[in-house]
């Protein structure tokens, strides 16, 4: 399928999506929002809460994080459900409130929609009440419009990579990337692989098996 077929697709889904959330909460303020399942869920949105380990309601609650700059209707909804015209956002008190199979765990720094930087908690009402602050990548990513982030472009060159496994071209490649993985001396030295394609998978498994040949290499986990 293409991309521009990709897209249009996402943006039909996402847009029934944001209809629903407003008729729902024009009708039913009151009443959780059920959570969205199957082809319901936009595609952008369900792949990037299938890479992240979302759960059902991180990812509707993201999907409700930006809603507003998706559908200007919605935020007067979000004012309208904190009780001050001055809020046409989303917290996680209100997530909480808002959907269906809330889960508090879900709003601590540990958990993905945190741990990831999905949301910042913005201004100083404490964790429950402060605005969740959706990262702009991720509203273009959920509009169906990805791009490399510009904050770690430098830290990601362009590396070719030959998609036939056991080339030895490949094997250079592969054995490149696991070297500057574990000569850098720090994070800020380390490259960053974007893995794009068919064959990302492969080849992620293809470096996982280089770095894992040498007992004693420098392997660090950098989350």
Known sequence: MSLH????????VLTLALTQIETHFRTSLTVPMPLFSGEAVPPALAALAQALGLSAFERDA????????????????????????????LSARLALAL?????????????PLRRW??????????????????????????????YPDPRIEAWMP????????????????????????EDSASLADTPVARIQGSDGEAIGHAIARRLAKDPDSRVRSRI
């Not at 077929?5 to 039909?12: F, L, Y």
């Not at 007067?76 to 001050?84: F, K, N």
């Not at 949301?119 to 009402?125: A, K, Q, S």
Request: a negative charge; glycine letters at 8%; charged letters at 15%.
């Open 117 to 146: 930087q999905l949301i910042e908690l913005v201004g100083g009402t404490g964790p429950l009440d402060a605005r969740w602050a959706v990262d702009e990548a991720v509203v273009h990513h959920i509009a169906g419009a990805p």
């Open 99 to 111: 959907l269906a199979e809330s889960s508090w765990d879900a709003t601590t720094p540990v958990a």
């Open 62 to 89: 993201l999907l409700l994080a930006v809603a507003p700059q998706l559908e200007a209707r919605i935020g007067p909804l979000l004012a309208q459900a904190h009780g001050d015209p001055a809020k046409p956002w």
């Open 5 to 12: 077929r990709d897209q249009a697709r996402n943006r039909c």
């Open 158 to 181: 362009l590396l070719n990579v030959p998609p036939a496994s056991g080339d030895a071209q490949h094997d250079a490649a592969v054995d490149a990337l696991g070297a500057a993985w």
